[in-house]
């Protein structure tokens, strides 16, 4: 089983306007996967505008995982405004975890590259925080952003006594930093990165780190420039991957579900509606 473990499979490209079972749009991705060899998925939410379209996935076929968080790049929205709008905005999720026992965490994290209108770094820090306390309160893993902000990350991780692992998804940074996130609990996502010759940390990555420690990964529908990425492509990051190990498909892939099973939810506990 090849699972995708970071892909935002609610997002308009991959799932078409409305996310629903027979979406054709939804349904030709799904396929387009399925006839690569990848039949499962791990979805993270941006915002809080894609909850309830990342929750409209819980019956599809194949969907390992649900995440609920905000992303650095909309930090903003809960950590801007009157406290009131942060407090609600923490009570919605909040009341969705405790709603949903097999949620995860994320798409959640830090990122320092600098981008316009992006959130400052106290403003990403405070969003960060409040949202990995919620995630060791309800013992979730977390879906962790990261761009240039490792050592923010792990005192973070540490402040807040965060110890339920998750994974630190499209890593590009050294391998030191990968060795401190797994330390701090966490499996390193390696994605679509390594569909670019030029990317030598993530080549380097894929290749040296303990095979009990990675995931994979497209971060679909981005990360290819131009072209809508998409599932399917996690076939080619894992050919790539196990090349560069010196082992073939069918062990890595074994592996990372191995790696994955850790994290994943009880089938049994039920969504709830947002």
């Known amino acids: 089983m090849l699972t995708d473990t970071h892909c935002h499979l609610a997002d308009p490209l991959l799932a078409g306007d409305a996310v629903c079972p027979d979406s054709p749009q939804l349904a030709a991705t799904l396929a387009q996967a399925h006839a690569a060899g990848v039949s499962g998925f791990v979805v993270p939410a941006a915002c809080a505008a894609d909850w309830p379209r990342v929750l409209a996935l819980k019956d599809i076929a194949g969907v390992r995982a649900l995440a609920l968080g905000i992303h650095p790049w909309h930090a903003g929205e809960m950590f801007s405004g009157s406290l009131k709008t942060t407090i609600d905005r923490l009570a919605q999720l909040e009341d969705m975890l405790r709603q949903n026992p097999q949620l995860w ?93 030029n990317a030598r940390k993530a080549q380097r990555a894929a290749a040296e780190l303990p095979a009990e420690s990675i995931v994979l990964e497209t971060d679909s529908p981005f990360m290819l420039g131009n072209t809508v990425n998409t599932p399917a492509n996690l076939r080619r990051i894992a050919e790539t991957a196990a090349a560069l190990r010196g082992t073939d498909l069918h062990t890595l892939a074994s592996q990372c579900e191995q790696n994955l099973q850790k994290l994943l939810p009880r089938p049994h506990l039920p969504f709830q509606a947002v």
Do not use: W
Request: glycine share 8%.
């Open 105 to 197: 965490v994320g798409e959640i994290g830090l990122d320092y590259l600098p981008r316009p209108d992006m959130p400052d770094k106290a403003v990403q820090q405070a969003a960060l925080r409040a949202q990995l306390e919620l995630a060791q309160r309800y013992r979730r893993p977390l879906i962790l952003h990261n761009l240039r902000a490792t050592a923010d990350i792990l005192r973070l991780l540490r402040e807040t006594a965060f110890d339920c692992g998750g994974i630190a998804h499209a890593f590009s940074g050294s391998l030191e930093e990968a060795r401190a996130l797994i330390d701090a609990g966490l499996l390193i996502g390696i994605g679509s990165l390594l569909l670019n010759p």
